[in-house]
């Protein structure tokens, strides 16, 4: 189950990239590593980990 500031910082993300018109591809909670993953247009992905901060994975 995702934290309080997961679920809060998740909705601002998905805020921000609908505001800036770009389509959520995915957006998944990973029961194993506690995070929230996101996908964003083809190559923006962003993970929330437990504590609410928001990060870019770069591959």
Do not use: H
Not at 1 to 20: F, K, R
Not at 22 to 28: M, S, T, W, Y
Request: hydrophobic share 45%.
């Amino acid at each position: 189950m995702p934290t309080l500031e997961q679920g809060i910082m998740t909705i601002i993300v998905c805020q921000m990239l609908s505001n800036l018109f770009l389509d959520i591809v995915l957006f998944r909670y990973d029961n194993l590593t506690k995070e929230v993953y996101i996908l964003a247009s083809k190559d923006i992905q962003i993970k929330i980990p437990s504590n609410g901060r928001w990060e870019f994975i770069n591959d």
